[in-house]
């Protein structure tokens, strides 16, 4: 069997999370962008021009940097931002580089998953609690084909089924006093999968 790269050997521990694993890697890169960012990056020449090159951040990504931001930071990136003199009055001048980190990843992740079904490791390190979101789902299975693209439908049908039959366990014993405590970790799962399984972000970027 290949070896498998340093790519892929990291891809696995996403594997293991709750969730779908390409939004875990996909969330994972995009935090340690922003943490690097702040932590040090904003003052690199380098990653100021990008910054402003490209007009800041898009919508979705300026909410996410909220939570990492700092005054000080916010203030470099902002302050030659507002003296720009060729912007265009609104939109991005270019892809936001949050936004090209993330879709890296997301490519990166996509791919690992087929390699691990090529070599037939996939099923072997998937968790327990392991759901594609519709949108990494669709995107892996226009790039597998065959008895791949086949056990990857039957494992995200069989998942979507337990996650339903969850909720429905869920709805019989419900009242408006229920709290997490009353769950158990599968019906968690559920909760928390349902949501993350139709989510999307796009219209936040127009
Ligand atoms: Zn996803
Ligand atoms: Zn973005």
Redesign the pocket.
């Known amino acids: 069997m290949r070896e498998l790269s340093i790519v892929e050997i990291r891809f696995m521990d996403h594997l293991k999370k709750r969730g779908?694993p390409?939004?875990s890697a996909?969330d994972e890169a995009v935090r340690l962008f922003f943490e690097s960012l702040f932590y040090e990056n904003v003052n690199d020449v380098g990653v100021r021009k990008r910054f402003e090159s490209d007009s800041g951040f898009c919508a979705f990504h300026t909410r996410i940097a909220e939570k990492f931001s700092d005054p000080s930071g916010t203030a470099i990136l902002y302050a030659s931002l507002l003296v720009k003199t060729d912007d265009d009055a609104g939109g991005h001048a270019g892809k936001c580089r949050c936004c090209e980190v993330r879709d890296e990843a997301v490519g990166r992740a996509v791919t690992s998953v087929g390699k691990f079904l090529e070599n037939g490791s996939l099923f072997a390190n998937l968790g327990k609690n392991l759901l594609?979101?519709r949108?990494?789902f669709s995107m892996l299975s226009r790039k597998l084909e065959g008895k791949n693209l086949k056990l990857m439908e039957k494992f995200q049908d069989e998942k979507l089924k337990e996650i339903h039959k969850l909720l429905n366990d869920v709805l019989k014993r419900i009242d408006y006093t229920s709290k997490t405590k009353d769950f158990t970790d599968d019906e968690m799962f559920a909760l928390f999968s349902a949501p993350?399984y139709f989510s999307t972000f796009e219209e936040l970027n127009r």
Do not use: L, N
């Open positions: 779908c390409v939004c996909s594609f979101c949108r990494h993350k």
